[in-house]
Structures are given as structure tokens and as C-alpha cells.
């Protein structure tokens, strides 16, 4: 059980129920409980990719079980559950499913590796069979609305929030207004085309994409060959001044800075909060080389466009699925 360590402390109002916080990436689930005592109970575990297409939706019924446990409180005292949820998402009959592309191995085939044939993976409805009120967000969005009401977008009305992680997500607010889409899908810009590669097979089947190039999984697909078995190794070796390695890093942040652009300029934002595990261990390296895409391009769209880091920091995801549920 990990607390969360964080400079800041969100607690619910006094007398408020609980809600639980699912964290759902395609590396792990994080599940905590949070009330009037702060946000506790941590608990996480790699996501689950064997078994059958509701076996996710069951480990995170479990977790939020044992959470609870480890915080002293009762399920049943569970007021509501916010998950920030990997994507992209698959409607049927009105509820979430997960088509995400790092946890259903139908998308791509056996190329990925994945150990299913998944094409969606169930998730809004085991949860709402015992959970009454359940909130699922693509994480990006979640991350935006958390990033707007306690981190580095607050007061921002022209935002996004990147993350750079096992995937690549997005979160889009516009005149104030977050970008859902018809199926909660908006920001999925990790899924773009930003160059001509074709050696970077994604798991949602595209090749060359954003995703399939620089996310975290992308790296040790790519690069394991030139010796660098993954992000890791690839940072470490750039850190102690391996040529080759930084070589490789420059390119990957080409293609996030291309992403970024391309974003900023379609929808005139005046902020960008990137978070994410790649992102985050390496920021001080990364931010000032994506940041050097936007300068000199387009000033008149691209002057006064602040790329900032979360500032929520590694709690973003925490804070993203309680912003979902968090009383106004």
C-alpha cells in the first residue's frame, strides 16, 4: 500500500460519503477511497488482460473493495465511483465499454502481444450492477477537469491536458466548455498522424501513428534493437551522453511537438499541462525541447502558448478520477 505523497491535501466537506477513484491505464489500475479524511487506501495492481472480457471490471469491483478495507470503510457507505479511464471507449445500450488498445489484443492482432482477443473490454456495466452511481471519463478529460480545478490550468479557459505515457490521451477545453464527443472519445490525438513512419504498429491496429511512435510501450517495440530495451534504458543512456540515444530522443520529441501544434493551432488554446510516466520522470529534459516546436511557427496562433507540467504531478491520475465525483 503506497500513500499518496503530494504538497497538497483535497478532502471531501465535512459529513460527506465517501466516493472511490479508479485510476485505469494499460500498464495498472489504481483504486483509493477518498472522504472528509483526505484521499487514502491506495492500492494498485498491473491491469488485467487474461480471463474474460469482464475480467477488468472485476478487478476493479475487487480493488475498490480492499481500498475500502484499508481506509476503514464500508463498501456500502460508497456514495459514488470516478474512474479516468484509459480509451478509446464503445457504446452499448448506453454504457462504457473499453476498446483500449493497449489492453484488448483484438484490436491489432497477435503482432502487439497481447494475451486476448479482446475487442472491448466490459466496464460500466459489472460496476453499475453494485455501484449505483458511477462515472466513467476518458482519463485525459479527467485529468483536464482535475488539472483545471486544483492544478496548472486553473483559471484556464483554452487548455489541454497531454498525457505521455503507456498511451498517448488528451483532454480539450474550449471557451470554457471540456470536448466530450459522441461517444466520450474527443482527444484522442494520440491516434493522429504526424509523420510517414511505418516500423511503429499501435495497438488500436494504425501504423505510424503518435502513439505507435512515442508512447511508453512504443519505445521498447522500436528501440530494443539499438540496445535500449525500454524507456528507461533509452533515458538513461541519453542522460550519460549516448548520442544516439539523445538522437532518439529528439525524434520523439519531434513528434509530440508536431501533435501539440497541430492542436494548439486547430483549437487556440493559451495552455498545456503534460503529465504521464514518461513525461514526468523526464521532464526537465523533454519540456524545453517539445516546448521548441511551437516557437517561431505561426505566431499569431502559437505566441503567448504557455507548456507547463502538471500540477498535480504524479497524483494527476488520483485527482483525475476524484474530480469526476468530487461534490462542486
Given at each position: 500500500?503506497?500513500p499518496?505523497t503530494s504538497?497538497?491535501?483535497?478532502?471531501?466537506?465535512?459529513?460527506?460519503?465517501?466516493?472511490?477513484?479508479v485510476?485505469?491505464?494499460?500498464?495498472?489500475?489504481?483504486?483509493?477511497?477518498?472522504?472528509?479524511?483526505g484521499v487514502?487506501?491506495?492500492?494498485?495492481?498491473?491491469?488485467?488482460?487474461?480471463?474474460?472480457?469482464?475480467?477488468?471490471?472485476?478487478?476493479?469491483?475487487?480493488?475498490?473493495?480492499?481500498?475500502?478495507?484499508?481506509?476503514?470503510?464500508?463498501?456500502?457507505?460508497?456514495?459514488?465511483?470516478?474512474?479516468a479511464?484509459?480509451?478509446?471507449?464503445?457504446?452499448r445500450?448506453?454504457?462504457?465499454?473499453?476498446?483500449?488498445?493497449?489492453?484488448?489484443?483484438g484490436?491489432?492482432?497477435?503482432?502487439?502481444?497481447?494475451?486476448?482477443?479482446?475487442?472491448?473490454?466490459?466496464?460500466?456495466?459489472?460496476?453499475?450492477?453494485?455501484?449505483?452511481?458511477?462515472?466513467?471519463?476518458?482519463?485525459?478529460?479527467?485529468?483536464?477537469?482535475?488539472?483545471r480545478?486544483?492544478?496548472?490550468?486553473?483559471?484556464?479557459?483554452?487548455?489541454?491536458?497531454?498525457?505521455?505515457?503507456?498511451?498517448?490521451?488528451?483532454?480539450?477545453?474550449?471557451d470554457?466548455?471540456?470536448?466530450?464527443?459522441?461517444n466520450?472519445?474527443?482527444?484522442?490525438?494520440?491516434?493522429?498522424?504526424?509523420?510517414?513512419?511505418?516500423?511503429?504498429?499501435?495497438?488500436?491496429?494504425?501504423?505510424?501513428?503518435?502513439?505507435g511512435?512515442?508512447?511508453?510501450?512504443?519505445?521498447?517495440?522500436?528501440f530494443?534493437?539499438?540496445?535500449?530495451?525500454?524507456?528507461?534504458?533509452?533515458f538513461?543512456?541519453a542522460?550519460?551522453?549516448?548520442?544516439?540515444?539523445?538522437?532518439?530522443?529528439?525524434?520523439?520529441?519531434?513528434?509530440?511537438?508536431?501533435?501539440?501544434?497541430?492542436?494548439?493551432?486547430?483549437?487556440?488554446?493559451q495552455?498545456?499541462?503534460?503529465?504521464?510516466?514518461?513525461?514526468?520522470?523526464?521532464?526537465?529534459?523533454?519540456?524545453?525541447?517539445?516546448?521548441?516546436?511551437?516557437?517561431?511557427?505561426l505566431?499569431?496562433?502559437?505566441?503567448?502558448v504557455?507548456?507547463?507540467?502538471?500540477?498535480?504531478?504524479?497524483?494527476?491520475?488520483?485527482?483525475?478520477?476524484?474530480?469526476?465525483v468530487?461534490?462542486?
Open positions: 500500500m503506497n499518496i504538497e497538497r491535501s483535497i478532502h471531501l466537506p465535512p459529513g460527506a460519503a465517501p466516493v472511490a477513484c485510476d485505469l491505464g494499460g500498464t495498472k489500475v489504481a483504486v483509493t477511497i477518498a472522504d472528509e479524511h487514502r487506501g491506495r492500492l494498485t495492481e498491473p491491469t488485467a488482460t487474461v480471463g474474460t472480457n469482464d475480467a477488468l471490471a472485476f478487478q476493479i469491483i475487487r480493488l475498490i473493495g480492499q481500498s475500502c478495507a484499508a481506509a476503514g470503510v464500508s463498501v456500502a457507505d460508497i456514495a459514488a465511483v470516478g474512474v479511464s484509459c480509451g478509446p471507449f464503445t457504446m445500450n448506453g454504457l462504457i465499454e473499453l476498446s483500449g488498445p493497449n489492453i484488448c489484443g484490436l491489432a492482432g497477435k503482432e502487439r502481444g497481447l494475451p486476448n482477443d479482446w475487442t472491448t473490454a466490459l466496464l460500466e456495466a459489472p460496476l453499475r450492477q453494485v455501484f449505483g452511481n458511477v462515472r466513467v471519463e476518458n482519463d485525459g478529460i479527467a485529468a483536464l477537469e482535475a488539472e480545478r486544483w492544478g496548472a490550468l486553473q483559471g484556464m479557459d483554452h487548455c489541454a491536458y497531454v498525457t505521455w505515457s503507456t498511451g498517448i490521451g488528451w483532454g480539450l477545453c474550449v470554457g466548455r471540456v470536448l466530450r464527443g459522441k466520450g472519445n474527443a482527444g484522442h490525438a494520440g491516434h493522429t498522424f504526424v509523420c510517414d513512419n511505418t516500423d511503429a504498429l499501435c495497438g488500436c491496429g494504425n501504423v505510424g501513428d503518435v502513439e511512435l512515442i508512447a511508453g510501450n512504443a519505445i521498447a517495440r522500436r530494443a534493437h539499438a540496445g535500449y530495451a525500454d524507456a528507461a534504458a533509452l538513461s543512456a542522460y550519460a551522453n549516448d548520442v544516439q540515444a539523445q538522437a532518439l530522443i529528439d525524434g520523439l520529441c519531434e513528434v509530440m511537438g508536431r501533435a501539440i501544434y497541430n492542436l494548439v493551432v486547430t483549437l487556440d488554446l495552455r498545456i499541462s503534460l503529465g504521464g510516466s514518461v513525461y514526468w520522470h523526464h521532464r526537465d529534459l523533454l519540456l524545453p525541447k517539445v516546448s521548441a516546436y511551437l516557437r517561431n511557427k505566431p499569431a496562433l502559437t505566441n503567448g504557455d507548456l507547463v507540467s502538471a500540477g498535480l504531478g504524479e497524483c494527476v491520475g488520483d485527482y483525475a478520477a476524484l474530480a469526476l468530487m461534490p462542486a
